[in-house]
């Protein structure tokens, strides 16, 4: 037998070995910085770092008037916001705005400003501060991919194959003990949210949807709350006008700014 002859079974059997070996598992550290990547991406792909919005807020309860309040949104960076409420009448002026760590509001009937937490329900609705002052959410969260390609349905009934994350805060950090967020492994959108107790038990649950989207910027969206510790309550929100700025002027983040502003608000055409 010739060399070349004898060396065949030998090479296949090596050829066999190898395709039997596993490739090699990705470390935890290149697991957990892959998931922070989406995470980051999927923090900017429904509000960018900088921008301006219109926002409204529906709390519905069977048996009570529904409540509505509409807004003026700025968002600069991950720290700074400002809501100024334009809707109803009887609120007009009040504003809500959180600069770094502290949140504040302003009551302009009484000319008062009164801190609040980031645990406090938004206006009495499914919403906390964290929910819409909080969305920058790799600061805050240890994230893990625990699943890849299943399906999850937005408000309007489409399905979107997703990757499952697993947020857990980080010690220290301000938000929710445990998260699991749905986001469309194309787009990065966030499709769902459930929130939970340290103990496990589930809080909440946000789905979004309506999405409308320009080039890449999303300029409009909607997002519906199921409080599991009030399942009697129906919030909604819906956001729109979105735009994206290449800055933000530092002066709308102020308390004095807030006492004093008194914007020209168009009317809304949706």
């Given at each position: 037998?010739?060399t070349?002859?004898?060396l065949?079974?030998?090479?296949?059997?090596?050829?066999?070995?190898?395709?039997?070996?596993?490739?090699?598992?990705?470390?935890?550290?290149?697991?957990?910085?892959?998931?922070?990547?989406?995470?980051?991406?999927?923090?900017?792909?429904?509000?960018?770092?900088?921008?301006?919005?219109?926002?409204?807020?529906?709390?519905?309860?069977?048996?009570?008037?529904?409540?509505?309040?509409?807004?003026?949104?700025?968002?600069?960076?991950?720290?700074?916001?400002?809501?100024?409420?334009?809707?109803?009448?009887?609120?007009?002026?009040?504003?809500h705005?959180?600069?770094?760590?502290?949140?504040?509001?302003?009551?302009?009937?009484?000319?008062?400003?009164?801190?609040?937490?980031?645990?406090?329900?938004?206006?009495?609705?499914?919403?906390?501060?964290?929910?819409?002052?909080?969305?920058?959410?790799?600061?805050?969260?240890?994230?893990?991919?625990?699943?890849?390609?299943?399906?999850?349905?937005?408000?309007?009934?489409?399905?979107?194959?997703?990757?499952?994350?697993?947020?857990?805060?980080?010690?220290?950090?301000?938000?929710?003990?445990?998260?699991?967020?749905?986001?469309?492994?194309?787009?990065?959108?966030?499709?769902?949210?459930?929130?939970?107790?340290?103990?496990?038990?589930?809080?909440?649950?946000?789905?979004?949807?309506s999405?409308?989207?320009?080039?890449?910027?999303?300029?409009?969206?909607?997002?519906?709350?199921?409080?599991?510790l009030?399942?009697?309550?129906?919030?909604?929100?819906?956001?729109?006008?979105?735009?994206?700025?290449?800055?933000?002027?530092?002066?709308?983040?102020?308390?004095?700014?807030?006492?004093?502003?008194?914007?020209?608000?168009?009317?809304d055409?949706?």
């Amino acid at each position: 037998m010739s060399t070349r002859s004898a060396l065949v079974p030998i090479l296949a059997a090596a050829l066999a070995l190898s395709a039997a070996i596993p490739a090699p598992a990705q470390s935890a550290e290149a697991q957990s910085a892959e998931a922070l990547d989406v995470l980051k991406k999927a923090d900017i792909a429904l509000v960018p770092r900088n921008a301006d919005f219109r926002w409204a807020l529906r709390v519905e309860r069977e048996g009570e008037p529904v409540k509505e309040n509409r807004f003026l949104g700025f968002k600069k960076g991950d720290l700074k916001y400002l809501f100024y409420t334009y809707y109803p009448d009887s609120a007009y002026g009040q504003c809500h705005l959180r600069i770094d760590a502290a949140i504040w509001m302003y009551l302009p009937l009484a000319d008062d400003t009164v801190k609040t937490s980031y645990k406090s329900a938004f206006l009495g609705s499914g919403l906390s501060y964290a929910d819409v002052m909080y969305n920058e959410l790799a600061r805050y969260y240890d994230a893990k991919i625990i699943e890849r390609g299943g399906s999850r349905r937005d408000l309007d009934g489409t399905d979107h194959s997703c990757v499952a994350l697993e947020l857990i805060a980080r010690k220290g950090a301000d938000g929710y003990a445990r998260i699991l967020s749905y986001i469309d492994e194309s787009s990065f959108l966030t499709i769902e949210r459930e929130y939970f107790t340290l103990s496990g038990q589930r809080l909440k649950s946000i789905v979004y949807g309506s999405f409308e989207i320009s080039g890449r910027t999303v300029t409009a969206f909607r997002l519906s709350i199921a409080n599991d510790l009030d399942p009697g309550q129906k919030t909604t929100a819906r956001f729109w006008n979105l735009a994206p700025k290449s800055e933000m002027p530092e002066k709308y983040f102020s308390l004095n700014f807030a006492r004093t502003w008194q914007p020209k608000v168009e009317p809304d055409k949706q």
